[in-house]
């Protein structure tokens, strides 16, 4: 990759003195359309597409991958988990990466009031901004950033408030934000996705994981990859992207990521978020304590009362109520649950536990 002469600042907005590294020749990609036609290039070779098929296991055997589904069993000569977090195959990858919470929203903007480029802050929390064709006056800005661990803060609006803060002083003239968004993103611990064999002895189960914010381009690297170890059995990447390499740098952030896992185990020994059941509103959620077990209660927005175990069925840490998106978040690898405790978003695959029949939601003590 090449990389411009970094001496002149980059106009920003009305921060027009800010200097920066600048990568020549990136392209942009609407997401939409090209996962159109990625589906529409699968079908049109023979492949199929299930949509809400939630996969329970995959387990490898002497020649491929027996794959349980909800509605059925299937078996595959080889199986790539391209899920954001990995449902199968070894645990160590989990230990590698960390789940982030990233907010967005976009907004119009008069063409001309901001050079057509994707860019990248240093803060922490950082910010990215990006341009959206929109007509002949206007793009879509959109702004994305303020990110913070799952599980880890449920003050989305804020979040949503500092960002269109952040952008009006640097652009004056853009119009009211007119969506507002949140999604997950895996960071590995030293900045790679892990592309590749799930574990070293794996022969037929693949994962694409930890794309880091990068996930459209690490989804086109991780298919050349992929289709290159399954035809070929090798890759000239193999090395770089291994999901096994030892991570030699950053281990105090390598520490402070699984510091989370063990802070999610702690928790059990924490008091409840709140006393009593009736103070749940519409479209909140809570931990209640239950001796040494966490209950998870939220009212979905229709009033109605949902509580299960606050365990994460992945591997135990107590998960959070997740506002914006109305869902429970576990801090520790991922996993999302929805409201009636279904699971959203791996690793975990199992649904929230049930409480014993006749278990009373009692204050906390
Ligand atoms: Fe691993 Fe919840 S995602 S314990």
Not at 44 to 66: C, M
Not at 104 to 130: E, F, K, Q, S
Not at 227 to 253: C, F, Q
Request: hydrophobic residues 35%; aromatic residues 6%.
């Amino acid at each position: 990759m090449r990389v411009a002469d970094a001496r002149d600042p980059t106009p920003f907005g009305s921060h027009n003195s800010v200097r920066s590294l600048c990568f020549p020749d990136q392209a942009r990609v609407h997401p939409l359309k090209y996962l159109a036609g990625l589906a529409r290039a699968i079908t049109q070779r023979g492949g199929r597409l299930f949509a809400d098929t939630a996969v329970e296991s995959a387990t490898e055997e002497k020649d491929g991958v027996l794959v349980k589904t909800r509605s059925g069993t299937i078996r595959a000569a080889d199986v790539v988990f391209a899920t954001n977090a990995p449902i199968g195959g070894s645990v160590t990858v989990h230990t590698k990466q960390a789940p982030y919470r990233t907010y967005a929203v976009a907004a119009l903007l008069p063409r001309g009031a901001l050079a057509d480029a994707l860019y990248w802050d240093t803060l922490d929390p950082y910010h990215y901004v990006r341009l959206q064709p929109h007509s002949e006056a206007q793009n879509i800005v959109i702004l994305g950033g303020e990110d913070h661990k799952s599980g880890q803060a449920d003050n989305g609006q804020a979040r949503f408030a500092a960002l269109e803060g952040w952008a009006r002083e640097r652009l004056p003239n853009m119009g009211n934000v007119t969506h507002r968004w949140s999604g997950q993103v895996m960071e590995s611990v030293d900045y790679l996705g892990f592309i590749g064999r799930s574990s070293p002895s794996d022969q037929h189960r693949y994962i694409i994981t930890g794309d880091s914010g990068q996930g459209m381009t690490n989804g086109v690297i991780g298919s050349l990859m992929i289709s290159a170890l399954i035809v070929d059995g090798h890759s000239p990447w193999t090395k770089a992207y291994d999901p096994a390499r030892m991570i030699a740098r950053n281990v105090g952030e390598f520490l402070s990521e699984n510091l989370t896992a063990l802070r999610g185990f702690a928790e059990y020994l924490t008091i409840g978020d709140i006393g009593r059941v009736e103070d749940l509103r519409p479209g909140e959620g809570a931990l209640l304590r239950s001796g040494l077990k966490k209950i998870a209660v939220c009212r979905d927005e229709q009033g109605r009362l949902h509580a299960h175990s606050a365990t994460c069925t992945h591997m135990g840490c107590v998960i959070h109520w997740n506002s914006v998106e109305q869902c429970w978040d576990c801090p520790c690898h991922g996993s999302q649950f929805a409201p009636d405790g279904i699971p959203l978003n791996g690793p975990a695959v199992a649904p929230l536990a049930e409480l014993p029949q006749g278990h009373r939601l009692e204050a906390a003590e």
